[in-house]
């Protein structure tokens, strides 16, 4: 969580780090999740 926008987007190990931190509630790892699958394609 410490290199804030600077990983791959299919970097992300499922922690939920980021979702608890989030002040919007965003469904962080499964908009991830989401970028890798069409980026990938």
Excluded at 18 to 24: D, L, V
Excluded at 33 to 38: D, F, I, R
Aim: charged share 25%; aromatic share 0%; net charge positive.
């Amino acid at each position: 969580m410490g290199s804030h926008g600077h990983k791959r987007a299919d970097a992300c190990i499922g922690c939920g780090k980021c979702e608890e931190a989030c002040p919007q509630h965003i469904a962080i790892r499964q908009e991830l999740k989401k970028v890798a699958e069409s980026l990938l394609q």
